[in-house]
Every structure is written in C-alpha cells, then in structure tokens.
Nanobody, 129 residues
C-alpha cells in the first residue's frame, strides 16, 4: 500500500505564502512506485466538491495547473526523497481549503480524479483577508 502524508498547512494572511509537502512511502498493489506515478494536489473547501489544483508527471518535467492558481502555485517533486511539494504564493482567501496529495496509476499527468488511487489525509490551509 502507498501512504501519503501531507504537511505544511496553516493560517496565513492574504498575499502570503505557504509550502505544502507530501511524503510517499510503500508500493502500490500493482507494484507501481512513487517515482513511476504522476502526482497531484487537489483541494476541497467547505460545502464544495474536491477540485484539481496541480499535477506533475513521473519525472517532474511536465506540470499542469488549474486556471485559478496558475502563476501563483508551483508543483515540484524529488523522486530521490519520494516527496512532492506545492509552493503557494500570493495566497487569496478563496484558496482556503483542505489540500490533498494524490498518487496516480499513470506516469503521465492528469486532472482526472478517477486516475488517482491513493490519497493523503489532507492538510488545512486558511487564508485570512
């Protein structure tokens, strides 16, 4: 089983920055490992559906972002350390949500929830105005 553990959430004022990290361990039932999985961050605000934030392919050379965070957030990964990070700058109150790290059953990046087999427990990000 793959375990994903997020950290780095917290309370920040609008315009501030936070860096989320996700540490991966274990191996998927299929045998797939972290370094052979696309990764992503999703978020869910109270009363709203979970939404895509950013994704990165297995090697880290390709990324994709939701329009709402493009230019402000940066996703990256370190396969040697089995970690994926999300640098969030110029935060807005509408970025307030629980942020989830997810591992895909693909090596190519994808926005589709159905391709993500493993999820972390989430970390709360609150941006005050």
């Amino acid at each position: 089983q793959v375990q994903l553990v997020e950290s780095g959430g917290g309370l920040v004022q609008a315009g501030g920055s936070l860096r989320l990290s996700c540490a991966a361990s274990g191996r998927a039932a299929s045998g797939r490992t972290f370094s052979r999985s696309a990764m992503a961050w999703f978020r869910q605000a109270p009363g709203k559906e979970r939404e895509f934030v950013a994704t990165i392919n297995w090697g880290g050379g390709s990324t994709d972002y939701a329009d709402s965070v493009k230019g402000r957030f940066t996703i990256s990964r370190d396969n040697a350390k089995n970690t994926v990070s999300l640098q969030m700058n110029s935060l807005k109150p509408e970025d307030t949500a629980v942020y989830y790290c997810a591992a895909a059953n693909l090596i190519t990046m994808t926005r589709l929830v159905r391709h993500y087999d493993y999820w972390g427990q989430g970390t709360q990000v609150t941006v005050s105005s």
